[in-house]
């Protein structure tokens, strides 16, 4: 048998590991024409739901062989909620916290983002985000999707996670980040940082990472690794 660790992945989320798993066309595609996969081949189908199972690729079909449950998903559940930052970013954003281990995201629109969403350009990218989170949590051995959300407002972030540690630049933030028993959340603002009038929301949640300032795309994920890899 084939390590865990080396089968190609693919989430399904919901699939049944009691019957054949009929394989969506993008899926197949992937397998067979960019993996090059043959009939017969070992790979990995992903229910979400923390399990792993392994199966025998068939023409169209998933044969599952046996189920595992392996310790890839850390005990910290760690959100981040992102200010739109501009270009390709949140993309890289994504792609990263996930492969560190973040749970879940929500992006949000800040006083100085220069980037904004209208409602179509809003579900078009929240789909894509969620497609480079799926390929990313594919790739680095997850077995659970981190979660994607949209909040309209600083106040509206701050009002679903009273708790949340916000990363500021002000000299006034003297916190340090830090892991809490079950989860957290990390709040990141704009390239152009926070404005006055949310700072003063943030009031006496400002964190720091320490000394220097890091890039809006570089934020996030030194966070995440620094609760998610320490050990």
């Known amino acids: 048998m084939k390590s865990l660790r080396s089968l190609p992945r693919v989430f399904l989320p919901g699939v049944n590991p009691e019957s054949l798993i ?37 023409a169209k079909q998933a044969e599952p ?30 792609r990263a916290c996930t492969e560190i281990g973040v749970s879940g995201f ?8 220069v980037m904004r969403w209208d409602e179509k350009k809003a579900a078009d990218r929240m789909q894509r985000l969620a497609t480079i989170a799926r390929e990313a949590a594919e ?22 996670f009273p708790s949340a540690q916000v990363l500021s630049e002000s000299e006034l933030a003297v916190g340090r980040l830090a892991g809490r028993a ?17 700072q003063a929301l943030i009031g006496d949640r400002g964190i720091t990472l320490g ?11 030194a966070a995440a690794a620094l609760l998610l890899l320490g050990g």
Do not use: N, Y
């Not at 680095?140 to 009002?159: H, I």
């Not at 079950?182 to 949310?198: A, D, K, L, Y």
């Not at 000394?211 to 994920?221: E, G, I, K, Q, S």
């Open 182 to 198: 079950e989860e957290t959340q990390i709040v990141v603002g704009p390239e152009g940082g926070w404005s006055p009038r949310e």
């Open 106 to 113: 929500v992006m949000f629109p800040s006083d100085r983002s």
């Open 22 to 58: 009929d394989l969506p066309a993008a899926e197949l595609d992937k397998l067979r024409k960019v993996l090059r996969l043959s009939p017969g081949a070992e790979i990995a189908v992903l229910p979400d739901d923390g399990s792993m199972i392994r199966c025998r690729l068939l």
């Open 211 to 221: 000394p220097r300032v890091l890039r809006v795309d570089h934020a996030a994920p």
């Open 65 to 94: 062989l046996d189920v595992h449950r392996p310790e890839v998903e850390a005990s910290l559940r760690v959100t981040v909620c992102q200010a739109l930052p501009k270009g390709d970013k949140a993309e890289e954003i994504v």
């Open 139 to 160: 790739v680095s051995f997850r077995t659970r999707l981190p979660r994607l959300e949209l909040l309209k407002s600083m106040e509206d972030v701050l009002a679903r």
